[in-house]
């Protein structure tokens, strides 16, 4: 990983906990909730960060849970809240990641893959570590979403403006991959997995959603109401941050892709 953006990510954490994390999103809220009818012994958690989903399939789903990441700041809220921690850098293209091949039932990566440069290792080590037949949940922000596209064609600006401060400035530093829902779909795919769902959260517990909440009941509700029919109506493309769900193939069932099932949550 960048060195840049590890100082980065660590001027933005500095300070904060669980408690005060402002960057609270529905992807987040909806592990481990996806997981049911699943049965994942052990779990790894890619860049990790806070631990909020770390801390949350810890305590709510009977697993073996371990969470990586190589920020300090990371490191010492995982280490606060817990969590089975290891670090390691997942963007290192002459350093495999250190598991035996089919180590985990289920991978989580979220908000990860744009910030690697070195993709093509990266997503070839996911698959390896992951068993046959089991699951990586992925998920970046999705460029062709509604919540990015009419900001830039209403006021012709960059997704990140690095004067904005705050979380804009650090997105505009540290992501080196741009994706929308589709490239993401078919980039996964090409190593060989195979997609079956698509989680699409719906407004109900995120910082911003609580913010717009308090300030106006009605509002957020309009919103979420919204929100609602659009992700019933429209293809997941236009969703701003969809959680993929993939299979690593067993052998018998190799090459069987199929349009992944939409689940609004």
Not at 2 to 14: C, P, Q, S
Not at 177 to 195: A, C, D, Q
Request: hydrophobic content about 40%; overall charge positive; charged content about 25%.
């Amino acid at each position: 990983m960048r060195e840049d953006a590890v100082r980065i990510e660590n001027e933005r954490l500095e300070g904060l906990s669980q408690d005060n994390y402002p960057w609270f999103h529905e992807r987040h809220r909806i592990f481990p909730k996806v997981f049911e009818g699943a049965k994942y012994d052990r779990i790894l958690d890619v860049a990790a960060g806070m631990g909020i989903v770390g801390k949350r399939i810890h305590e709510l789903y009977p697993c073996f849970m371990l969470c990586n990441d190589i920020s300090s700041e990371s490191l010492r809220n995982l280490t606060v809240n817990k969590i089975n921690t290891i670090s390691f850098d997942l963007d290192d293209p002459d350093v495999s990641f250190p598991f035996r091949d089919g180590s985990f039932d289920a991978i989580v990566s979220l908000a990860t893959v744009e910030h690697i440069i070195h993709t093509e290792e990266h997503m070839r080590e996911l698959k390896r570590i992951l068993k046959k037949g089991g699951h990586l949940y992925i998920s970046a922000p999705n460029y062709s979403s509604i919540h990015f596209v009419i900001p830039y064609l209403l006021k012709g600006r960059s997704f990140h403006n690095p004067l904005d401060g705050g979380i804009a400035k650090y997105e505009f530093y540290a992501h080196v991959r741009y994706f929308t829902y589709k490239t993401l779909l078919e980039y996964v795919t090409s190593f060989g997995f195979v997609p079956d769902k698509v989680y699409l959260p719906l407004p109900e517990a995120s910082s911003r959603y609580k913010a717009l909440k308090k300030r106006s009941s009605l509002l957020a509700f309009g919103l979420r109401s919204i929100l609602h029919v659009l992700y019933k109506v429209l293809p997941p493309r236009w969703a701003f941050h969809p959680v993929l769900r993939f299979t690593n193939p067993s052998s018998e069932s190799e090459g069987k892709v199929c349009k992944p099932q939409t689940v609004v949550l």
